[in-house]
């Protein structure tokens, strides 16, 4: 009985909720996809409410895997490296795209802000003109951005733009800044607490 006690407390201290990003932008049947050279490839888009980024993704067509690892990266409205990773056919598959996205270390962007997006599309395709397009409302997805990089694989700011929100290779992943909250491990190891004196004559707590 005492193992299933300390089974019962280290299951709810460590309980945590399932993922609940979402990409920045998303869609459904791309007019086209292409692979005629490598891009960084992405958007600039604008933030107008509290959100945080916690990943970075990029689009794989069909979702039948990458031919290899390709660098992701977020620039902030003055052209830094805020944050990047690197994407391949071991992540896991988001949105409807599709796109394969990996973790970063969660990261606030500033309300009024615009960022720039981007990821080397390499020997995979990129993606244009989607019949649908679903942005996320903490966000206005405001045109692409790209940057040719010929057979070249090296991230690079992505400077131009056909000036409409129409090719797609980076993505973002993003959570509101403020999540619905867990029950707090507090409250767990007290009612823990409690659970374990009722019980104390049988299990010597």
Not at 9 to 37: I, K, W, Y
Not at 161 to 175: A, K, S
Not at 179 to 188: D, Q
Request: glycine letters at 12%.
């Amino acid at each position: 009985m005492r193992r299933v006690l300390w089974l019962f407390l280290l299951a709810c201290a460590s309980g945590v909720s399932g993922f609940g990003g979402t990409l920045g932008v998303d869609f459904t049947n791309p007019g086209f996809n292409n692979v005629n050279q490598s891009y960084s490839m992405g958007y600039q888009f604008n933030v107008i409410a509290p959100v945080q980024l916690v990943g970075l993704a990029l689009y794989d067509d069909f979702g039948n895997g990458l031919t290899g690892s390709h660098a992701i990266g977020l620039w902030d409205p003055s052209g830094t490296l805020i944050a990047s990773t690197s994407v391949d056919s071991s992540d896991p598959l988001i949105g409807t795209g599709p796109f394969r996205w990996h973790a970063v270390d969660p990261l606030f962007l500033a309300v009024g802000n615009d960022y720039r997006v981007a990821g080397v599309t390499s020997t995979d395709s990129w993606a244009g003109l989607p019949a649908t397009l679903s942005v996320d409302p903490s966000i206005q997805a405001v045109f692409d951005r790209w940057t040719p990089l010929g057979s070249g694989s090296t991230l690079t700011y992505p400077t131009y733009t056909d000036g409409f929100v129409g090719l797609w290779g980076g993505n973002i992943v993003l959570e509101s800044e403020s999540p619905v909250p867990e029950p707090s491990s507090g409250l767990l190891l007290v009612g823990a607490s409690v659970f374990c004196l009722f019980l104390r004559p049988r299990l010597k707590c």
